[in-house]
């Protein structure tokens, strides 16, 4: 009996982990419209076209990025260099 509820409780396990859940959504949700948001993290910075477009980032990469909701300043390379990569 013992053996059941492990077995019962594995199979649990596996099927809440491997849910919808923990997936990113998909890039086609996110609204076209530019409503840039600036990430400054360390000294870099990155523009994303919009806050959806971040949090798909932050998934992704299991990331906790903050931006605002603002152009970078065009004086400021707008690259996180190896840490980013275009969404």
């Known amino acids: 009996m013992m053996d ?4 019962v409780f594995i199979f649990g396990f596996f099927a809440f982990v491997t849910s919808d859940s923990w997936r990113c959504p998909d890039p086609s949700r996110c609204p076209s419209a530019y409503m840039p948001v600036c990430v400054d993290y360390k000294g870099f910075r ?3 076209h919009n806050q959806c477009a971040l949090d798909l980032y932050n998934c992704k990469n ?7 909701r603002t152009l970078c300043p065009q004086n400021v ?10 969404i």
């Open 46 to 48: 990155k523009q994303f």
């Open 4 to 7: 059941l509820k492990i077995l």
């Open 77 to 86: 390379e707008n690259t996180f260099g190896f840490f980013f990569e275009n």
């Open 62 to 68: 299991k990331l906790n990025l903050r931006g605002s």
